[in-house]
Protein backbone atom coordinates (compact mmCIF):
# COMPACT_ATOMS: atom_id res chain seq x y z
CA UNK A 1 0.00 0.00 0.00
CA UNK A 2 2.61 2.76 1.02
CA UNK A 3 4.50 1.80 -2.24
CA UNK A 4 1.16 2.26 -4.39
CA UNK A 5 0.72 5.79 -2.10
CA UNK A 6 4.49 6.49 -2.71
CA UNK A 7 4.12 5.69 -6.48
CA UNK A 8 1.21 8.11 -7.05
CA UNK A 9 3.29 11.14 -5.37
CA UNK A 10 5.87 10.62 -7.17
CA UNK A 11 3.76 11.05 -10.55
CA UNK A 12 1.64 14.31 -9.83
CA UNK A 13 4.78 16.10 -9.02
CA UNK A 14 6.21 15.06 -12.23
CA UNK A 15 2.92 15.96 -14.34
CA UNK A 16 3.17 19.56 -12.29
CA UNK A 17 6.37 20.30 -12.98
CA UNK A 18 5.67 19.84 -16.50
CA UNK A 19 2.69 21.72 -17.01
CA UNK A 20 4.45 24.73 -14.95
CA UNK A 21 7.09 24.56 -17.68
CA UNK A 22 4.17 25.17 -20.22
CA UNK A 23 4.90 22.22 -22.01
CA UNK A 24 1.33 19.85 -21.79
CA UNK A 25 -0.84 21.77 -18.88
CA UNK A 26 -3.98 21.29 -21.11
CA UNK A 27 -5.04 18.08 -18.84
CA UNK A 28 -5.65 20.29 -15.53
CA UNK A 29 -7.95 23.35 -15.44
CA UNK A 30 -5.29 25.25 -13.23
CA UNK A 31 -2.64 24.69 -15.65
CA UNK A 32 -4.06 27.56 -17.97
CA UNK A 33 -1.88 30.73 -17.64
CA UNK A 34 -3.18 34.08 -18.92
CA UNK A 35 -2.76 35.18 -22.51
CA UNK A 36 0.67 37.42 -22.13
CA UNK A 37 0.14 41.18 -22.86
CA UNK A 38 1.91 42.91 -25.42
CA UNK A 39 5.79 44.29 -24.62
CA UNK A 40 6.50 47.72 -24.57
CA UNK A 41 9.32 46.82 -26.74
CA UNK A 42 6.71 45.39 -29.46
CA UNK A 43 4.36 48.15 -29.13
CA UNK A 44 7.21 51.07 -29.03
CA UNK A 45 9.16 50.01 -32.30
CA UNK A 46 5.86 50.44 -34.34
CA UNK A 47 4.74 53.65 -32.49
CA UNK A 48 1.24 52.34 -33.19
CA UNK A 49 -1.71 51.24 -30.13
CA UNK A 50 -2.15 47.82 -30.74
CA UNK A 51 -6.38 47.87 -30.13
CA UNK A 52 -7.45 51.42 -29.56
CA UNK A 53 -9.40 52.98 -31.83
CA UNK A 54 -8.94 56.05 -33.16
CA UNK A 55 -9.45 59.25 -31.92
CA UNK A 56 -12.74 61.29 -33.61
CA UNK A 57 -10.97 64.48 -32.73
CA UNK A 58 -7.84 63.28 -34.40
CA UNK A 59 -9.76 62.53 -37.39
CA UNK A 60 -11.58 66.12 -37.60
CA UNK A 61 -8.45 67.73 -37.26
CA UNK A 62 -7.19 66.00 -40.57
CA UNK A 63 -10.52 66.83 -42.19
CA UNK A 64 -9.92 70.42 -40.92
CA UNK A 65 -6.70 70.51 -42.46
CA UNK A 66 -7.73 68.89 -45.71
CA UNK A 67 -10.66 72.18 -46.12
CA UNK A 68 -7.91 74.75 -45.50
CA UNK A 69 -5.25 73.20 -47.94
CA UNK A 70 -7.92 72.68 -50.48
CA UNK A 71 -9.72 76.20 -49.99
CA UNK A 72 -6.32 77.60 -49.88
CA UNK A 73 -5.07 75.50 -53.40
CA UNK A 74 -7.97 76.91 -54.88
CA UNK A 75 -6.97 80.48 -54.16
CA UNK A 76 -3.85 80.09 -54.53
CA UNK A 77 -4.57 79.57 -58.34
CA UNK A 78 -6.96 82.11 -58.52
CA UNK A 79 -3.96 85.26 -58.18
CA UNK A 80 -2.39 84.23 -61.09
CA UNK A 81 -3.08 87.67 -63.53
CA UNK A 82 -3.47 87.16 -66.81
CA UNK A 83 -3.56 89.68 -70.27
CA UNK A 84 -6.98 90.10 -71.04
CA UNK A 85 -5.97 93.33 -73.57
CA UNK A 86 -6.23 90.08 -76.20
CA UNK A 87 -9.05 87.46 -76.01
CA UNK A 88 -7.36 84.69 -77.51
CA UNK A 89 -4.18 84.60 -75.20
CA UNK A 90 -4.19 82.26 -72.06
CA UNK A 91 -7.83 81.33 -73.20
CA UNK A 92 -7.68 78.27 -71.24
CA UNK A 93 -6.41 79.31 -68.15
CA UNK A 94 -8.41 82.55 -68.13
CA UNK A 95 -11.54 79.96 -68.25
CA UNK A 96 -9.90 77.95 -65.08
CA UNK A 97 -9.43 80.63 -63.12
CA UNK A 98 -13.10 81.96 -63.88
CA UNK A 99 -14.69 78.19 -62.65
CA UNK A 100 -12.15 78.22 -59.94
CA UNK A 101 -13.64 81.63 -59.65
CA UNK A 102 -16.69 80.78 -58.99
CA UNK A 103 -16.41 77.39 -57.11
CA UNK A 104 -14.95 80.11 -53.93
CA UNK A 105 -17.99 82.27 -54.43
CA UNK A 106 -20.72 78.62 -54.00
CA UNK A 107 -17.86 77.44 -51.44
CA UNK A 108 -18.13 80.72 -48.85
CA UNK A 109 -21.85 80.98 -50.05
CA UNK A 110 -22.28 77.49 -48.29
CA UNK A 111 -19.82 77.15 -46.00
CA UNK A 112 -21.06 75.79 -42.18
CA UNK A 113 -17.66 76.66 -40.03
CA UNK A 114 -15.31 79.75 -39.59
CA UNK A 115 -12.81 80.14 -41.90
CA UNK A 116 -9.63 80.09 -40.18
CA UNK A 117 -6.60 83.19 -40.34
CA UNK A 118 -4.51 81.16 -42.73
CA UNK A 119 -7.71 81.17 -45.01
CA UNK A 120 -8.76 84.69 -44.64
CA UNK A 121 -5.05 85.72 -45.02
CA UNK A 122 -4.78 83.98 -48.71
CA UNK A 123 -8.53 85.64 -49.73
CA UNK A 124 -7.08 89.06 -48.61
CA UNK A 125 -3.74 88.40 -50.91
CA UNK A 126 -5.70 86.88 -53.61
CA UNK A 127 -8.17 90.17 -53.98
CA UNK A 128 -4.72 92.35 -53.75
CA UNK A 129 -3.58 90.33 -56.96
CA UNK A 130 -6.43 90.97 -59.07
CA UNK A 131 -7.87 94.31 -57.85
CA UNK A 132 -5.15 96.28 -57.14
CA UNK A 133 -3.39 97.45 -60.18
CA UNK A 134 -2.71 100.61 -62.19
CA UNK A 135 -5.18 102.00 -64.65
CA UNK A 136 -4.37 102.58 -68.20
CA UNK A 137 -3.57 106.04 -69.19
CA UNK A 138 -6.39 108.08 -69.39
CA UNK A 139 -6.82 110.14 -72.95
CA UNK A 140 -7.75 113.42 -71.25
CA UNK A 141 -5.40 116.20 -72.60
CA UNK A 142 -7.08 118.58 -74.89
CA UNK A 143 -10.41 117.74 -74.07
CA UNK A 144 -13.24 120.38 -72.15
CA UNK A 145 -16.09 118.19 -70.50
CA UNK A 146 -19.32 119.94 -70.08
CA UNK A 147 -20.16 120.12 -66.67
CA UNK A 148 -23.37 118.14 -66.90
CA UNK A 149 -22.34 115.30 -68.88
CA UNK A 150 -19.89 112.26 -68.07
CA UNK A 151 -17.06 111.20 -70.60
CA UNK A 152 -17.69 108.22 -72.84
CA UNK A 153 -17.80 105.25 -70.52
CA UNK A 154 -14.98 102.73 -70.71
CA UNK A 155 -15.83 99.01 -70.59
CA UNK A 156 -12.37 97.00 -68.98
CA UNK A 157 -12.00 93.94 -70.89
CA UNK A 158 -11.30 92.12 -67.45
CA UNK A 159 -14.58 92.75 -66.03
CA UNK A 160 -15.22 88.91 -67.14
CA UNK A 161 -13.48 88.11 -64.29
CA UNK A 162 -13.18 91.24 -61.91
CA UNK A 163 -16.75 91.15 -61.24
CA UNK A 164 -16.48 87.58 -59.50
CA UNK A 165 -13.64 88.72 -57.71
CA UNK A 166 -15.98 91.31 -56.73
CA UNK A 167 -18.55 89.14 -55.82
CA UNK A 168 -16.26 86.90 -53.68
CA UNK A 169 -15.22 89.88 -51.97
CA UNK A 170 -18.40 91.02 -51.60
CA UNK A 171 -19.18 87.59 -50.29
CA UNK A 172 -16.21 87.78 -47.37
CA UNK A 173 -17.12 91.18 -46.70
CA UNK A 174 -20.48 90.19 -45.46
CA UNK A 175 -20.57 86.79 -44.50
CA UNK A 176 -20.54 86.00 -40.71
CA UNK A 177 -17.94 83.16 -41.25
CA UNK A 178 -15.13 85.39 -41.22
CA UNK A 179 -14.11 86.91 -37.80
CA UNK A 180 -13.94 90.31 -37.89
CA UNK A 181 -11.42 90.56 -35.29
CA UNK A 182 -9.32 88.34 -37.30
CA UNK A 183 -9.73 89.89 -40.64
CA UNK A 184 -9.21 93.54 -39.30
CA UNK A 185 -5.13 92.27 -39.46
CA UNK A 186 -5.94 91.76 -42.77
CA UNK A 187 -8.07 95.02 -44.39
CA UNK A 188 -6.17 96.81 -42.40
CA UNK A 189 -5.50 100.93 -43.36
CA UNK A 190 -3.16 99.33 -46.64
CA UNK A 191 -5.85 97.37 -48.07
CA UNK A 192 -8.54 99.89 -48.01
CA UNK A 193 -6.58 102.81 -49.24
CA UNK A 194 -5.59 100.83 -52.52
CA UNK A 195 -9.29 99.86 -52.43
CA UNK A 196 -10.18 103.56 -52.42
CA UNK A 197 -7.68 104.24 -55.14
CA UNK A 198 -10.05 101.93 -57.33
CA UNK A 199 -12.92 104.15 -57.40
CA UNK A 200 -10.93 106.61 -59.75
CA UNK A 201 -11.77 103.23 -62.84
CA UNK A 202 -13.07 104.65 -65.84
CA UNK A 203 -15.48 101.48 -65.55
CA UNK A 204 -19.09 102.38 -64.14
CA UNK A 205 -19.57 98.47 -62.95
CA UNK A 206 -16.15 98.65 -61.19
CA UNK A 207 -17.36 101.83 -59.14
CA UNK A 208 -20.36 100.72 -58.72
CA UNK A 209 -19.51 97.18 -56.76
CA UNK A 210 -16.77 99.01 -55.19
CA UNK A 211 -19.52 101.64 -53.63
CA UNK A 212 -21.28 98.85 -52.35
CA UNK A 213 -18.35 96.76 -50.72
CA UNK A 214 -16.63 99.99 -48.92
CA UNK A 215 -20.44 100.49 -47.22
CA UNK A 216 -20.53 97.30 -46.31
CA UNK A 217 -16.34 97.41 -44.68
CA UNK A 218 -17.76 100.50 -43.14
CA UNK A 219 -20.40 98.60 -41.50
CA UNK A 220 -18.35 95.93 -40.20
CA UNK A 221 -14.00 97.10 -39.42
CA UNK A 222 -15.27 99.79 -37.05
CA UNK A 223 -11.91 100.35 -36.37
CA UNK A 224 -11.82 101.16 -39.75
CA UNK A 225 -14.05 104.09 -39.82
CA UNK A 226 -11.90 107.20 -38.78
CA UNK A 227 -9.15 106.13 -41.66
CA UNK A 228 -11.79 105.77 -44.03
CA UNK A 229 -13.54 109.39 -43.20
CA UNK A 230 -10.00 110.57 -43.55
CA UNK A 231 -9.07 108.71 -46.96
CA UNK A 232 -12.23 109.85 -48.19
CA UNK A 233 -11.58 114.04 -47.32
CA UNK A 234 -7.96 113.75 -48.78
CA UNK A 235 -9.92 112.47 -52.27
CA UNK A 236 -11.83 115.07 -51.97
CA UNK A 237 -8.81 117.64 -51.22
CA UNK A 238 -6.94 116.36 -54.00
CA UNK A 239 -9.88 116.45 -56.40
CA UNK A 240 -10.55 120.31 -55.63
CA UNK A 241 -7.59 121.79 -54.89
CA UNK A 242 -5.15 119.64 -57.26
CA UNK A 243 -6.44 117.06 -60.31
CA UNK A 244 -10.06 118.68 -60.77
CA UNK A 245 -10.66 115.01 -61.96
CA UNK A 246 -11.76 112.24 -60.42
CA UNK A 247 -14.29 109.20 -61.75
CA UNK A 248 -15.43 108.49 -58.53
CA UNK A 249 -16.84 111.14 -56.85
CA UNK A 250 -20.37 110.73 -56.94
CA UNK A 251 -19.99 106.85 -55.82
CA UNK A 252 -18.08 108.11 -52.89
CA UNK A 253 -20.80 110.92 -51.53
CA UNK A 254 -23.39 108.01 -51.85
CA UNK A 255 -21.64 105.91 -49.89
CA UNK A 256 -21.32 109.04 -47.60
CA UNK A 257 -24.71 110.09 -47.51
CA UNK A 258 -25.55 106.81 -45.81
CA UNK A 259 -22.66 107.10 -43.33
CA UNK A 260 -24.02 110.65 -42.64
CA UNK A 261 -26.96 109.46 -41.68
CA UNK A 262 -25.90 107.03 -39.15
CA UNK A 263 -24.09 109.76 -37.05
CA UNK A 264 -25.63 110.46 -33.44
CA UNK A 265 -26.71 113.65 -32.53
CA UNK A 266 -24.93 116.25 -31.14
CA UNK A 267 -22.58 115.64 -34.62
CA UNK A 268 -19.26 115.77 -33.18
CA UNK A 269 -16.66 118.45 -34.36
CA UNK A 270 -14.58 116.42 -36.40
CA UNK A 271 -17.99 115.44 -38.72
CA UNK A 272 -18.41 119.37 -38.72
CA UNK A 273 -14.88 119.84 -40.28
CA UNK A 274 -16.30 117.10 -42.42
CA UNK A 275 -19.17 119.26 -44.38
CA UNK A 276 -17.09 122.64 -43.85
CA UNK A 277 -13.42 121.32 -45.22
CA UNK A 278 -14.71 118.70 -47.86
CA UNK A 279 -17.82 118.55 -48.48
CA UNK A 280 -18.73 122.34 -49.09
CA UNK A 281 -15.39 122.53 -51.16
CA UNK A 282 -16.85 120.34 -53.80
CA UNK A 283 -19.20 123.20 -55.29
CA UNK A 284 -15.97 124.52 -56.64
CA UNK A 285 -15.22 122.15 -59.71
CA UNK A 286 -16.88 122.80 -63.08
CA UNK A 287 -17.85 119.08 -63.21
CA UNK A 288 -20.10 119.81 -60.06
CA UNK A 289 -23.25 118.65 -62.15
CA UNK A 290 -22.12 115.49 -62.54
CA UNK A 291 -22.48 114.74 -58.75
CA UNK A 292 -24.69 117.52 -57.69
CA UNK A 293 -27.62 115.48 -56.23
CA UNK A 294 -25.45 113.41 -53.93
CA UNK A 295 -23.46 116.41 -52.37
CA UNK A 296 -26.99 117.75 -51.80
CA UNK A 297 -28.14 114.98 -50.40
CA UNK A 298 -25.39 114.66 -47.66
CA UNK A 299 -25.37 118.42 -47.05
CA UNK A 300 -28.97 118.25 -46.20
CA UNK A 301 -28.50 115.18 -43.91
CA UNK A 302 -25.91 117.50 -42.13
CA UNK A 303 -28.73 120.27 -41.90
CA UNK A 304 -31.91 117.50 -40.44
CA UNK A 305 -29.16 116.59 -37.75
CA UNK A 306 -28.10 119.99 -36.70
CA UNK A 307 -30.35 122.88 -38.01
CA UNK A 308 -27.63 125.48 -36.63
CA UNK A 309 -25.51 124.10 -39.89
CA UNK A 310 -27.71 126.06 -42.05
CA UNK A 311 -26.56 129.42 -41.96
CA UNK A 312 -22.82 127.45 -42.17
CA UNK A 313 -24.34 125.65 -45.83
CA UNK A 314 -25.66 129.20 -47.18
CA UNK A 315 -22.48 131.17 -46.91
CA UNK A 316 -20.30 128.57 -48.30
CA UNK A 317 -22.87 128.29 -51.38
CA UNK A 318 -22.54 131.99 -51.77
CA UNK A 319 -18.72 131.69 -51.48
CA UNK A 320 -17.88 129.20 -54.25
CA UNK A 321 -21.13 130.86 -56.23
CA UNK A 322 -20.46 130.69 -60.09
CA UNK A 323 -20.20 133.78 -61.75
CA UNK A 324 -20.10 133.21 -65.71
CA UNK A 325 -21.40 129.70 -65.82
CA UNK A 326 -25.38 130.66 -66.13
CA UNK A 327 -25.29 126.46 -66.18
CA UNK A 328 -24.36 126.11 -62.75
CA UNK A 329 -25.85 129.30 -61.67
CA UNK A 330 -29.28 127.16 -61.93
CA UNK A 331 -27.77 124.16 -60.30
CA UNK A 332 -26.75 126.41 -57.40
CA UNK A 333 -30.26 128.25 -57.30
CA UNK A 334 -31.55 124.51 -57.36
CA UNK A 335 -29.95 123.80 -53.97
CA UNK A 336 -29.93 126.73 -52.67
CA UNK A 337 -33.91 126.10 -52.15
CA UNK A 338 -33.71 122.60 -50.80
CA UNK A 339 -31.20 124.47 -48.18
CA UNK A 340 -33.54 127.14 -47.34
CA UNK A 341 -36.80 125.18 -46.64
CA UNK A 342 -34.76 123.31 -43.89
CA UNK A 343 -33.60 126.65 -42.21
CA UNK A 344 -35.26 128.21 -39.00
CA UNK A 345 -35.33 132.17 -39.55
CA UNK A 346 -32.82 132.94 -36.70
CA UNK A 347 -30.14 131.27 -39.08
CA UNK A 348 -32.06 132.33 -41.98
CA UNK A 349 -31.85 136.12 -40.60
CA UNK A 350 -27.54 135.60 -39.93
CA UNK A 351 -27.16 135.25 -43.69
CA UNK A 352 -30.17 137.06 -45.52
CA UNK A 353 -28.05 140.70 -46.30
CA UNK A 354 -25.62 138.43 -48.61
CA UNK A 355 -27.98 135.76 -49.57
CA UNK A 356 -30.27 138.30 -51.17
CA UNK A 357 -27.91 140.65 -52.96
CA UNK A 358 -26.90 137.39 -54.41
CA UNK A 359 -30.21 136.96 -55.93
CA UNK A 360 -31.01 140.85 -56.92
CA UNK A 361 -27.80 139.70 -58.67
CA UNK A 362 -29.47 136.68 -60.41
CA UNK A 363 -32.63 139.25 -61.29
CA UNK A 364 -30.23 140.89 -63.22
CA UNK A 365 -28.23 137.99 -65.00
CA UNK A 366 -28.29 138.29 -68.70
CA UNK A 367 -29.05 134.39 -68.93
CA UNK A 368 -33.37 134.58 -69.33
CA UNK A 369 -33.23 130.80 -67.57
CA UNK A 370 -31.83 131.98 -64.24
CA UNK A 371 -34.02 135.10 -63.62
CA UNK A 372 -37.29 132.51 -64.48
CA UNK A 373 -35.37 130.28 -61.57
CA UNK A 374 -35.05 133.28 -59.13
CA UNK A 375 -38.96 134.35 -59.92
CA UNK A 376 -40.38 131.12 -59.60
Given at each position: ????????????????????????????????????????????????????????????????RSREEAFIQKVNICC????????????????????????????IGAAEEPLTETMIAA??????????????????????????????????????????????????????????????????????????????????????????????????????????????????????????????????????????????????????????????????????????????????????????????????????????????????????????????????????????????????????????????
Amino acid sequence: MWKQFIGKLSWKAMKSSSGGGGGGGAGSPLAKTPPALPSSRENGATGKPSASPPSPLAGAGAEVRSREEAFIQKVNICCAVYDFSDRGKDSPEKERKRQMLMSLVDCIGAAEEPLTETMIAACVRMFAANLFRVFPPKVRLGTTASETEEDEPFFDPSWYHLQVVYEFLLRFVTSSLVDAKVARKYVDSSFVSKLLDLFDSDDPRERDCLKTILHRIYGKFMGNRPFIRKAVSNIFYRFVFETDHHNGIAELLEVFGSVISGFAKPLKEEHKLFLWKALIPLHKPKSVGVYLPQLTYCITQFIEKEPKLAGTVIRGLLKYWPVTNSQKEMMFLGELEEVLELTDMAEFQKCMVPLFRRIASCLNSSHFQVQLVVTF
